[in-house]
């Protein structure tokens, strides 16, 4: 059910949950033990392509659903209960000012990303240039990854 590639959870999450956040505070709510990944659309709702979608184990807590409360770009939530686990699934649009950005990053040209999408998380590094795809290193994160398109949408009937 969950996402075997870590590499393409953590990048979804490190890049893409930020579109929604308005400070690095609002990024810290998605740090906790019950989270269990951050997607691109869901399987089991088609209505969701283009939302970030996140999972977490039993339910939410309590800040991360203040924060979905307030949120602007809040689209909808629902609970599945899979083998007796309940889980809970948060869905957000994609501000519409960042749809070319998400195209980007999910063709894993991470250099290539707008300026204001830069300006708007600045606490997030990103690779400068083409020299670092040329060498596949970025000095501030090291060797880089690649988002590998399965694993982008959450699959809960999948094990």
Excluded at 121 to 144: A, C, E, M, R, V
Aim: glycine content about 2%; some cysteine.
């Amino acid at each position: 059910m969950e996402s075997k590639n870590f590499k393409t959870r953590y990048l979804i999450m490190f890049y893409l949950f930020p579109m929604i956040c308005k400070t690095k505070e609002d990024f810290r709510v998605l740090y906790h033990p019950r989270m269990k990944g951050v997607y691109i659309g869901d399987t089991n709702k088609p209505e969701w392509e283009e939302k970030i979608v996140v999972l977490f184990e039993t339910c939410a807590p309590k800040k991360f659903k203040e924060f979905f409360k307030e949120n602007a770009y809040s689209y909808m939530n629902y609970y599945e209960n899979i083998d007796n686990n309940l889980y809970e699934i948060l869905s957000f649009q994609i501000p519409p000012e960042f749809k070319d950005d998400l195209a980007k990053i999910l063709n894993n040209k991470f250099s290539e990303v707008s300026a204001p999408f830069r300006d708007h998380i600045d606490w997030i590094s990103f690779p400068q240039n083409s020299y670092d795809y040329w060498t596949n290193n970025n000095y501030l994160h090291g060797k880089l990854w690649e988002i590998e398109k399965p694993e982008i949408k959450l699959n809960l009937n999948s094990k």
